[in-house]
């Protein structure tokens, strides 16, 4: 017997269950188990769909090979010839694509992501990589489709980014961009440099899954709130409307026990309670992502080729603009069309990474 055949069939009875319960007028009203079961249910009915195919490929096989050892007709051998080939070829594909998908899948990827960038080492050039970075990752997101929202700004002396913190809203978001978490390193001649020599600088990307309201658990009424009037770009709308507004927010740290407190600004709309909502988003996901990083340092040691999901202080990428290269340190990928890539040309750069995570988790796995 077939031991994917056999790992595939005994989630079938599961598939019925989950099937069954999320029509469930008891499951629908608990929002939070409902929204549980609906992600395993497309996870289930995927695997369905990948299970009928693979089974119809090996029923195919073994037909157009039993026509070949008893049939005389040469023009029926010829047919049952091809269609031999045809599912030796797509067999392999499909138990590959079928071992990835039982392999049990990081249950953030799926969120939404908070995408933060900050300029480090090297000064007013690292404010305006940090900037290049920020623009990078708008062109990509807008070629994904995903809805891309700047939360806070803090402007460089000479352009870019000290810091700035934005929401990506979309499928998949935190499985795909989680890999951007890191240093990146630049090496060009700075705008300011008269000698036209090289210098190195840095900026630092974090990308934190977004946490659903039930992921935690936050006291509203301990939050104090302040509002202030913000200036948009340009300097417009100051000193007109109180829109931007600051909260802070005792914490207790689970692990140590000490409380601190958590300051979070947002004034990226001139509504005030849209930047209420905003702030109150960042504070979940920044609450979650201090929860979560036992777990997340805990994957992370387990995976020794990525720093997909953990080390936010490790090297991972380095732009050379005298050389028009990129290099990602994590899995030596090298290639040479950096204008394109500033452009938000990074899908395939994801794609490398994607795939040797995925060889780490089948190995993991031990499938």
Not at 89 to 103: D, G, H, N, S, T
Not at 153 to 178: F, H, M, Q, R
């Amino acid at each position: 017997m077939n031991t994917l055949i056999e790992k595939l069939d005994s989630l079938l009875g599961r598939f019925e269950e989950v099937s069954t319960l999320i029509t469930d007028p008891a499951v629908i009203a608990n929002q939070e188990r409902y929204v549980r079961l609906t992600k395993e249910y497309k996870e289930l009915e995927d695997l369905m769909a990948a299970r009928k195919a693979y089974a119809n490929l090996l029923s195919n096989l073994d037909e157009s090979k039993n026509i070949l050892l008893n049939e005389s007709d040469p023009e029926l051998k010829e047919m049952a010839r091809e269609e031999v080939a045809a599912c030796e070829a797509q067999i392999p594909e499909w138990e590959e694509r079928i071992k990835l998908m039982l392999v049990p899948k990081d249950p953030e990827d799926s969120k939404n992501a908070i995408l933060e960038i900050r300029a480090g080492t090297g000064g007013d050039e690292a404010a305006l990589f940090a900037g290049d970075l920020f623009r990078m990752y708008a062109k990509y997101c807008e070629r994904k489709g995903w809805q891309f929202e700047v939360s806070s700004v803090s402007e460089g002396a000479v352009g870019g980014y000290k810091e700035i913190v934005c929401s990506v809203n979309g499928p998949d978001v935190y499985g795909t961009l989680k890999y951007e978490s890191g240093v990146h390193r630049v090496q060009r001649v700075p705008a300011t440099e008269t000698q036209g020599r090289v210098h190195t600088s840095a900026a630092t990307v974090a990308v934190l899954p977004e946490a659903e309201a039930f992921d935690v658990e936050i006291h509203e009424g301990e939050i104090k709130w302040d509002t202030f009037r913000s200036s948009g770009a340009g300097g417009q709308n100051v000193n007109k409307v109180e829109s931007g507004v600051r909260l802070r927010y005792p914490w207790k740290n689970p692990n140590t026990g000490e409380v601190e407190e958590i300051l979070i600004e947002c004034t990226e709309t001139r509504d005030q309670p849209k930047n209420k909502e905003r702030a109150l988003a960042r504070l979940r996901t920044f609450i979650y992502d201090r929860e979560h990083q036992k777990y997340v340092d805990d994957i992370a040691s387990r995976r020794k080729t990525l720093v997909s999901t953990g080390d936010r202080s490790a090297k991972i990428r380095t732009y050379n603009y005298p050389q028009g290269r990129i290099t990602d340190h994590r899995i030596n990928y090298t290639i040479y069309n950096l204008a394109a890539f500033m452009d938000g040309d990074i899908q395939d750069c994801i794609d490398h990474l994607i795939v040797a995570e995925n060889a780490e988790r089948l190995k993991e796995a031990e499938l």
